[in-house]
């Protein structure tokens, strides 16, 4: 079982950046789906970003343009940059990996490994 650890948050003024990492130990990282999800205060859990075992990538639509996820597989990392963050991102962002695929997962449930988070606060 792979094992997930965020860094990288903080605090940030709106239209700001962030670059968040997540470093991931054991086996066949290459082999995983990896995403991002995030949760706001009192709300739920939700999808932000996913790239699969082949370089597929899917982003929530309000991500489009802003955050690019990325991962360096000789180094065992997940990226997600965030650019021109506005403070309805502000969240506590969560790495997850799933199984190896060539869709796109997107779902709570496709996941099986998370991180314990690394919290993003945009304000000014």
């Known amino acids: 079982q792979v094992q997930l650890a965020e860094s990288g948050g903080g605090l940030v003024h709106p239209g700001g950046s962030l670059r968040l990492s997540c470093a991931a130990s054991?086996?066949?990282?290459?082999?995983?789906?990896m995403a991002w999800f995030r949760q706001a205060p009192g709300k739920e859990r939700t999808f932000v970003a996913t790239?699969?075992?082949?370089?597929?990538?899917t982003y929530l639509g309000d991500s489009v343009g802003r955050f690019t996820i990325s991962r360096n597989n000789a180094k065992n990392i997940l990226f997600l940059q965030m650019n021109n963050l506005k403070p309805e991102d502000t969240a506590v962002y969560y790495c997850?990996?799933?199984?190896?695929?060539?869709?796109?997962?997107?779902?709570?449930?496709?996941?099986?490994?998370w991180g314990q988070g690394t919290q993003v606060t945009v304000s000014s």
């Open positions: 790239i699969n075992w082949i370089g597929g990538i």
């Open positions: 054991g086996r066949s990282f290459s082999d995983y789906t």
């Open positions: 997850a990996a799933g199984p190896k695929t060539s869709g796109i997962l997107s779902k709570l449930s496709d996941f099986s490994a």
